[in-house]
Structures are given as C-alpha cells and as structure tokens.
C-alpha cells in the first residue's frame, strides 16, 4: 500500500470542525489529552473536540524532565499525586503504548538542618498517607549515587536526604499520544493546528468557541494549556493570580549507564536522572524573570553546569547535545487551579507551574469527573479557583523540586 492508501497509524484525519460540540478542551496536551480520554471512557461523553494551536504534546508535556512522584508536603498534595502515581503505573496496559514507565526512586538532598528538617515534615505527612518516603544519610546517598561528591566542592555538604522509593519516569510525549489515541478510538476529535481566538458567552455561561478555523457551539469550555492559561482566562475576564516563567532543561551526550535513580537538589538548583539512552535529562531552577517565552539560553546551562560539577564533578566533562523550554503557569501557593470557575461552564485546569506531568493522569480523570458532574471531584476540591479569596491556601513550596 501507498502510504496516503493506509489507515492513519495513530490519529484519524480530522475534517472540518462540527457546528457543536458537548465539550471543547482547549489544549493538546497530556492533561488535555487524558481529560478527553476520561470523559470518554467513564462518563460516555464522546462529542468532545480537543482544540491545539500546535501539535500534540508539544507544549509542556514534551518540554518537561519526566519526573513522576508522590512526595509532596501536604495532605492535599499527597492524595492528589499519589492517585496519579497509581493511575500512571497501569497506563502502558490501558492505552496500549509502551510509555517506558520506570520507576527509579528519588533523592531529594538536603543540604542544610533547615532542608533536613522539611525532608522530614514531608516524610512523616508521606508515610502517614501510606506512602514509601524516608530520611536517609549521607551514606545511603553515596551508595545509590555513584560519582557523588558529598561535600559538593566544600560549597553545600551533602546533610541526609527524602528518599521516596516510587519516584519514576515515563517516555512523556508518549503519555499525550497514547491518551489521544484512545479518546480518538472513542470519538473525540483532535483538531491540531487549531487556535481558540475568543470564547463565547451568554447569561454568565459558556456558549461557544471562536478559532482560527470558524466558530463552534458548546456547552462547556474546559481550558488545558498550562503556559498560556493568561491568554485564555483573559478572553472571559477571570483573573487569577498565575504568572509565566520559564523552566529550562537539557540533555547530555549519552553515556553508560550508572545512575538508576532521580536526584534532585532544590539548594544546589540542580535535577537529574539517567534516560535509558544514557543521556543526563538535567533542569534547574525558573528563569529569574517572567516571560512567555520558549527561547532557552546559554546562562541557563552555564549556570547548571557550574551547580552540576560541585555534586558529580566528572560530568564536566561531558557535552550538552540539546536544550529546551517551557512556560511554567505559577501561582503563589505552588499548587494547581482546578475545576469550576465563576463562569458557568468554564473549568480551569493550570497553576501546573514545575509539576504538572507527572499529574497527567489524575488531573484527566478528576477534570473529566467535575465537567461530567458540574462541581468539582472531591481531589481536587482543594485547589478550587476561589481559595485565593477565601485565604485556604494549599502551600506546596516545601514540595516544589525546583527552586523559584
Ligand atoms: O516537581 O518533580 C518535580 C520537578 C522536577 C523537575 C521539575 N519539576
């Protein structure tokens, strides 16, 4: 068979954009992706377009360092990743796509008593909600991280560490192409190259998109897109208090394997772990300024780097094959904005800021759940859009992995 004669491998062809839709998702990302999977499969909602400016994943979830965990420091925090956790270790089985879950165990170092002592307030609120973390020495450090330098150049000692045993990664932009293959299975239709322009609204309820391709009518606007949530939130006048940074990133030259676990170091601004093609996947800290920007920077690696050699001096010598970026949505609480909004109609999913992939699945599935429902999934009730004026502030710093 000629190639245009065989049956699409992955996506069917999609034609023109329906006259309405039940449900339009605004971003083709993993989140989005899941979201219309979910509705699909448990709520049997099936007239769902999901509309992506560019191409599938090509925003934050393939912009991202994999890292999957469960180790935050909040209750809240922990329910929420931890039933992510749980649905992403059955996902290769239900999508059928190999996502390369693996799971690795994570370091998080403590280089000061003050680290220390969060290691072990999120420690304890881990293992009390039955979840794998514990404090270890320096010792446990140095056997499990082969090259390590425990004094860090004489810089920041290495004090203990939070040692969460499923700590994974998982191949990310499969995770968008197996979640939009099955909701496309279902029905969905994924409109790439799609650009929602406006959003429509009547009586404070949502009516309807414009794109870049026409106008459609909805019953509900559910907005995935992570970075470029102001643009959206704008477009119905909801303000919210997430701001735009960027979260560089970038990969080495391949080498033999050595490291089978995920290291972080908020102190040192430094994360790390081994892809199974032997790259160092390596980010940082945000960008130290707002910008809606993907561009990455030479001072970005610059300043790794010189972080990097303090904790595993031999990686001086290694090269840096490619860098990239994406837009972090932050909010000051450094926890997500999820489910209803005051527009009727309009669900929020964002405030992702450094930690959104590894909830791909949990933020589908409960999203799914509050637009089905119309109010929100219980897991996510804490990170309702109105608990910035009520003062129920979910705060996640502790928790955040990266430092800001
Ligand atoms: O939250 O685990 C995390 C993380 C790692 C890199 C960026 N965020």
Same mark, same amino acid.
């Given at each position: 068979? *000629?190639?245009?004669? =065989?049956?699409? =491998? ?17 971003? &083709? ?9 979910? !509705? ?32 935050? *420091? ?9 039933? $992510?956790? %749980? ?7 239900? *999508? ?20 220390? =002592? ?25 056997? @499990? ?46 409109? %790439? ?11 404070? =309820? ?7 391709? &026409? ?17 959206? #939130?704008?477009?119905? @006048? ?54 809606? $920007? ?23 010598? !290694?090269?840096?094959?490619? %860098?990239?970026?994406?837009? $972090? ?11 209803? #909004? ?13 930690? &959104?992939?590894?909830? #791909? ?44």
């Amino acid at each position: 068979l *000629l190639g245009s004669e =065989r049956e699409p =491998r992955f996506f069917p062809e999609q034609g023109e954009l329906r006259d309405r839709y039940d449900v339009v998702i605004i971003g &083709g990302g993993g989140h989005g992706l899941a979201c219309a999977h979910y !509705l699909a499969k448990e709520h049997g909602i099936t007239n769902v377009a999901v509309l992506e400016q560019g191409y599938l994943g090509g925003g934050n979830t393939g912009r991202n360092t994999t890292i999957i965990r469960s180790n935050y *420091l909040t209750p809240e925090g922990v329910r929420f990743y931890d039933a $992510s956790l %749980q649905l992403f270790q059955g996902l290769s089985e239900e *999508l059928d796509i190999n996502l390369f879950y693996s799971t690795r165990g994570h370091y998080t170092l403590a280089h000061s008593d003050e680290a220390l =002592r969060t290691m072990r307030w999120r420690a304890e609120v881990n293992r009390h909600h039955g979840i794998d973390s514990r404090v270890v020495g320096p010792d446990a450090v140095a056997a @499990d991280i082969p090259g390590i330098d425990l004094e860090c150049g004489g810089n920041h000692p290495v004090m203990g560490a939070l040692y969460h045993a499923p700590g994974a990664v998982a191949r990310h932009d499969a995770v968008a192409w197996g979640y939009g293959r099955a909701a496309a299975n279902r029905g969905v239709e994924i409109h %790439q190259q799609t650009r929602v322009t406006g959003i429509r609204t009547a009586g404070g =309820r949502v009516t309807g998109v414009d794109t870049d391709r &026409g106008a459609v009518d909805c019953g509900a606007v559910v907005s995935m897109v992570a970075g470029s949530t102001p643009r959206i #939130t704008a477009m119905v @006048d909801l303000p919210t208090p997430i701001e735009i940074y960027p979260l560089q990133a970038c990969v080495t030259e391949p080498v033999k394997p050595f490291l089978d676990t995920i290291v972080v170091s908020g102190s040192l601004h430094v994360y790390l772990s081994q892809s199974s093609r032997g790259e160092l996947v390596m980010g940082a800290a945000v960008d130290p300024y707002s910008l809606h $920007s993907t561009r990455s920077s030479f001072e970005f690696v610059e300043g790794l780097a010189d972080r990097l050699i303090d904790l595993l001096p031999f990686t001086a010598r !290694l090269r840096v094959n490619r %860098q990239w970026a994406g837009m $972090s949505d932050l909010t000051p609480d450094f926890a997500p904005i999820m489910g209803t #909004t005051p527009l009727d109609g309009f669900y929020l999913d964002a405030g992702w800021g450094t930690w &959104g992939f590894k909830a #791909t699945p949990i933020s589908g599935q409960t999203m799914a759940a509050t637009v089905a429902a119309g109010r929100n999934h219980e897991l996510i009730e804490p990170f309702r859009f109105d608990r910035f004026t009520d003062f129920q502030l979910v705060g996640e710093k502790g928790a955040a992995s990266v430092g800001h």
